[in-house]
């Protein structure tokens, strides 16, 4: 195994990251991967090429991040965005239900800093669902947020009971109108299992989605999002194609207007907007990406592009329709 020493101007000398590059044999051993005969020779030198973008990258002192090894470490970039990354831009039926829609206007805010507490890092596996995934995390920091809940709710039943194809994608604001003040089940007693099912039944969280809030507009500013953030975390979308190697540090490589992934925004600072993402608490850093702010574009991966929303959660059906 080889040490990289990977130390940047802008993360500040004072906080150098050592970035350990494993042999082939220890990758597999330590990610579970196997493979026979010539896949394994091929996914070896995948894994080769990758290990020396990440020396390179790592080595360049005006990086402001900087790249890990990590379960994609042996895939093509190819591969990595045909399963990881399945967000439907033009998919929502938010105007065709029923559900309370209300739209917010914040102003520019202060330069200030702002981290919510949300549920933990889940893992989507091979499995296109971030969709799911953002949404769910949307539903529980919702009710983390305003009912002092911690309930984990279930991927699996978002995805079997609202797409006919949850692994190829889709949209968490299309799949809220269809919970609309339905049960919403735990997690442990419907698990996730990253594949298309029926649709079933579980423990009732006791959990309601009762409206859906878009706090922060299509093509907004940055100053707009972090406004937004003092209010509560959102549910986004980003174009997430370079992210496959991301290991710390604030995230500055892609400005990309093409969306294809969806992620939980939890808070900002004055240099970055914190996005928990659903690829495992071994991924990035501990789970999370910090995305460079800036007001050009479509953001750092697109985050302005698509705007930003929650669902408001309920303790009681009372006040839901079922």
Known sequence: MKLVLFSSVTLAAAHPQVVSIPSWQEYKS??????????????????????????????????????????????????????????????????QTDIPVHEEVHNEPELGDKQWTVSPVKDQGGCGSCWAFGGVAGM????????????????????????????AGGRADSAYPKL???????????????????CGTGTDSGLRISSFTRSFP?????????SALDSNPLVVAVGASSWSSYGGGIYTDSASCSLNHQVYA???DSSSIKVKNSWGAG????GYIRLARTSSGCGTSGILSDGGFYPTMSSSTSDVAV
Not at 151 to 162: F, G, K, N, R
Not at 218 to 226: I, M, W
């Open 30 to 95: 330590t990610w579970g991967k196997h493979y026979n005969g010539d896949e394994d020779a091929g996914r070896e030198q995948i894994f080769n090429s990758k290990m020396a973008e990440l020396e390179a990258h790592n080595a360049d002192i005006h990086a402001t991040w900087w790249m890990a090894v990590n379960q994609f470490s042996d895939w093509t970039d190819e591969e990595f965005v045909a399963m990881m990354l399945n967000f439907t831009p033009d998919q929502s039926i938010l105007n």
């Open 140 to 167: 529980e920091g919702s009710a983390k947020k305003d009912l002092g809940s911690s309930a984990i709710l279930s991927e699996q039943y978002v995805m079997d009971c609202t797409s006919s194809n949850a692994c």
């Open 266 to 268: 939890t808070g900002y």
């Open 283 to 286: 991924w990035g850093e501990n």
């Open 218 to 226: 299509k093509s907004g500013s940055d100053g707009q999002l972090a």
């Open 180 to 198: 609309y003040g339905k049960a919403l089940y735990t997690s442990s007693s419907y698990p996730y299992t990253a594949r298309n099912a029926n």
